[in-house]
Structure formats: C-alpha cells, structure tokens
C-alpha cells in the first residue's frame, strides 16, 4: 500500500517546468541574483515603465550585443529589461513572485522563454507549454491591464531536422494557442532567422541558439508593428 500510495503521489506532481524557482547553476551564483536586485532598483528609480522585455539570455543581450538597438527601439518608450541568460520558466515564474513587476503598469509586455527548458533538460514540449501558461497566468495577475506580446520561441539548431528545434517547433503548437485576441497576443517571426528549407546559419546565430549582433536589428524590425499597435490602443 506504502508504494502504491509513493507512485500516485509521483504521478501527481506538477513539472520542474512550473515550479518556481531561483537559478541555481554554478556560472550564475555571482550575478543572477544581484541582477535581479539591480533591476527591481532600476525598475523603482523609473519615472514610468510602459514597456517590458521578459525571457532568457536572448532578451538579456539587449544590454549588451543589441545594446543599440535597444536604445534605439526601446529606450525612448520608458523600457525595462528582464531577461535573464540561462532562465528557464520556473526561473521567470519566481521572478515574478518575488517583485520583477511589482508596482509598475506597463502597456505593453514583450515575452519570450522556453529554450532553455529544452536545452537544459530536454522538457517535454507540453511541460515547458504549462511553464509559459502559468507565468501568463501570473501576469494576468500582477499586470491585469498590460497586453501580452508572446513570440514564438526562437529557432535553433542547424535543420529543422535538429532534435532541440523540434521541441521547440512543438512548444510553438501548443502556445500559439493561448493568443485571446485581447489580452494576449501571439507572433511567429522565425521565418526571418531561417530559409527557405528552414536552415539556420551561423551567419544569423553563430552558435545555433542565440542571435548576432546584426540580428538584434531584423527582431527589431520584425516585431515593430505589432509593439507599436498594442502601445497605441
């Protein structure tokens, strides 16, 4: 009875994918948690925040490899960085528990993660889906009258062949779902990293994964008109 009682309680419990919690790896300890102070200091000391950027190292590169852009794009619209390089959702969903947007009513809020969901640990697509729906879920909550930008997970690997894009492919299945037309808002712009085969070239992600500097423009580019709709209604 004892292991028939161990084996439903397994069973029962909820992925990694949607539990929160901090980023333990090693080559974070030094930084992702003073970053993550830095940021609710940064976010306090901002007259206004009406734009947000959430996700993984790939947002978190706008301050640094899409730098310029950023202050190009995204400055002038009062715009808060909070990605952080090796997230996975349960990373994001404490975040958000423990004040990333407390207090601030942005209009717009762009959200992108999951990758490392994949890569890390290889999450079930259906997994790193509920991941993103409950940090939706937590938004909804914190930020009930911001709109939700939600990008298609970005492609990587070098075919669409590669194991890892796959799972991505798959995560994109299940979340583009969850575009409600009036709140969230879901957008796929992954046919402008790859061509016409779905091949990604190291001329666009050197490593397969994560953009060059060059492509911090073209996401840029490609977002602008849906950023600048759901900012003006």
Same mark, same amino acid.
């Given at each position: 009875?004892?292991?028939?009682?161990?084996?439903?309680?397994?069973?029962?419990? #909820?992925?990694?994918? +949607?539990?929160?919690?901090?980023?333990?790896?090693?080559?974070?300890?030094?930084?992702?948690?003073?970053?993550?102070?830095?940021?609710?200091?940064?976010?306090?000391?901002?007259?206004?925040? $009406?734009? +947000?950027?959430?996700?993984?190292?790939?947002?978190?590169?706008?301050?640094?490899?899409?730098?310029? +852009?950023?202050?190009? &794009? &995204?400055?002038?619209? /009062?715009?808060?960085?909070?990605?952080?390089?090796? %997230?996975?959702?349960?990373?994001?969903?404490? =975040?958000?528990? /423990?004040?990333?947007?407390?207090?601030? %009513?942005?209009?717009?809020?762009?959200?992108?993660?999951?990758?490392?969901?994949?890569?890390? =640990?290889? %999450?079930?697509?259906?997994?790193?889906?509920?991941? @993103?729906?409950?940090?939706?879920?937590?938004?909804?909550?914190?930020?009930?009258?911001?709109?939700?930008?939600?990008?298609?997970?970005? #492609? *990587?690997?070098? !075919? !669409?062949?590669? #194991?890892? *894009?796959?799972?991505?492919? $798959? @995560?994109?299945?299940?979340?583009?779902? &969850?575009?409600?037309?009036?709140?969230? &808002?879901?957008?796929?712009? /992954?046919?402008?990293?790859? $061509?016409?085969?779905?091949?990604?070239?190291?001329?666009?992600?050197? $490593?397969?994964?994560?953009?060059?500097?060059?492509?911090?423009?073209?996401?840029? %580019?490609?977002?602008?008109?849906? +950023?600048?709709?759901?900012?003006?209604?």
């Amino acid at each position: 009875m004892t292991l028939l009682l161990a084996g439903s309680v397994a069973a029962t419990e #909820p992925p990694l994918s +949607v539990q929160a919690k901090v980023q333990t790896a090693q080559w974070s300890k030094n930084w992702w948690m003073p970053r993550h102070n830095e940021k609710l200091a940064l976010k306090q000391k901002m007259k206004s925040v $009406d734009l +947000v950027f959430l996700g993984d190292s790939i947002t978190h590169a706008f301050d640094n490899t899409g730098k310029q +852009v950023w202050q190009q &794009y &995204y400055q002038p619209r /009062n715009a808060l960085n909070i990605g952080f390089s090796g %997230d996975r959702t349960e990373n994001v969903l404490w =975040r958000l528990e /423990n004040g990333a947007v407390d207090n601030i %009513d942005p209009k717009l809020l762009v959200l992108m993660i999951g990758t490392n969901n994949t890569g890390h =640990r290889q %999450d079930k697509p259906e997994d790193t889906a509920l991941g @993103i729906k409950a940090i939706l879920a937590s938004l909804e909550n914190k930020l009930p009258k911001t709109k939700i930008l939600l990008l298609a997970i970005f #492609p *990587r690997g070098a !075919t !669409t062949e590669d #194991p890892l *894009r796959k799972i991505n492919d $798959d @995560i994109n299945d299940i979340i583009k779902s &969850y575009d409600d037309g009036d709140r969230v &808002y879901y957008l796929d712009i /992954n046919h402008i990293f790859v $061509d016409e085969k779905g091949n990604l070239s190291t001329d666009v992600m050197s $490593d397969l994964l994560h953009p060059n500097k060059s492509q911090y423009q073209v996401w840029a %580019d490609a977002i602008e008109p849906s +950023v600048a709709k759901l900012m003006a209604d």
